[in-house]
């Protein structure tokens, strides 16, 4: 194959047509278009500067819910400011704001008789609650917020509390507690039709929408600077490109929090076309019954005979205007 035409694309999400920062679509002045039907277009994100100002528990995922047993039970849910944490900067903030919750609701304040712990040998949180009374205490956080659990080191739901002063229900991880779960964004776009990219990242493998996987290679509140050393491209099925649209996401959410900042990346587009024997090759790959090389000669043939057409009419507009 060869490259009949490149096209280099720099963007910023400041001169997008509509959408947010992180979410745009940017019509183009001039639309890049095949210049034979039987050509492809591919697709390479070169370089992307982001900054590093999305969190890791946001608006999708801060919001958890729990319940408490002390003599009746309630339902309820507390929020985590939102942030990137530390793991003992999680646990004093979930025990702040879970404790305050259950005040609210029960009028038992267990905040300073809870043990939120973090084991560096072993990589994992115990979480317990001092029992002063013998009044049944069970506290239970849900699944509802799968990144919160992995912060935490827990796959799904856990219980703590106690049954008396001196019988207590301890809450352990199961796994490795992950406050760093950001490790990479993804640009993706809905503008590019794949159909040889797929993905297991937010959900089921499928076909993926995915144009880049940038490394996080820079602490937060600071730019991500990220360039394209792999040389990835993609095949794209589109003949038309007359409007881009470009989103961020990570391996949690399909959409990342700017805050309002812009980022920018460069995208290069190329026009691929066969050669004469690659066309041969597909030609002939497409079974001996195909009518493919007789309509190819027909079609050059048409081609031709509208060259010889334009030839003609050329001079007769030259003539007529002048005249």
């Given at each position: 194959m060869e490259v009949v035409a490149t096209y280099h694309l720099y963007l910023s999400s400041a001169y997008r047509t509509s959408g947010t920062t992180s979410n745009y679509v940017m019509n183009l002045k001039t639309p890049i278009v095949l210049q034979n039907p039987n050509n492809h277009f591919s697709l390479r994100v070169g370089s992307a500067e982001i900054p590093y100002v999305f969190r890791l528990l946001n608006s999708t995922n801060n919001v958890i819910s729990f319940s408490v047993s002390r003599g009746s039970t309630y339902n309820s849910t507390f929020t985590i400011a939102p942030g990137n944490y530390s793991i003992l900067s999680l646990l004093t903030e979930m025990k702040s704001k879970l404790f305050s919750s259950i005040s609210a609701l029960t009028g038992w304040d267990g905040t300073a008789l809870a043990n939120f712990v973090y084991n560096r040998s072993t990589g994992k949180v115990a979480l317990t609650v001092l029992g002063t009374d013998s009044n049944n205490t069970?506290?239970?956080?849900?699944?509802?917020?799968?990144?919160?659990?992995?912060?935490?080191?827990?796959s799904g739901p856990f219980t703590f509390g106690y049954t008396s002063p001196t019988v207590r229900t301890i809450a352990e991880s199961t796994q490795n507690v992950n406050v760093s779960q950001n490790t990479s964004v993804y640009i993706r776009s809905n503008s590019f039709n794949q159909s040889h990219s797929y993905e297991a990242v937010v959900g089921q493998n499928s076909l993926s929408d995915v144009i880049a996987k940038v490394q996080i290679n820079a602490q937060p509140q600071s730019y991500i600077v990220w360039s394209n050393m792999i040389d990835l491209e993609q095949e794209v099925n589109n003949r038309l490109i007359d409007s881009i649209n470009l989103y961020l996401g990570d391996a949690q959410s399909q959409e990342l929090d700017l805050g309002g900042l812009d980022w920018t990346c460069r995208l290069t587009i190329k026009e691929w076309v066969m050669t004469g024997k690659e066309s041969d090759d597909l030609a002939k790959n497409m079974g001996g019954d195909t009518m493919l090389p007789e309509l190819f000669q027909q079609r050059q043939k048409a081609i031709e005979k509208l060259k010889r057409l334009r030839d003609k009419i050329s001079p007769a507009v030259v003539d007529a205007s002048q005249g």
């Open positions: 069970s506290i239970t956080i849900s699944a509802n917020s799968p990144v919160f659990l992995r912060c935490l080191g827990f």
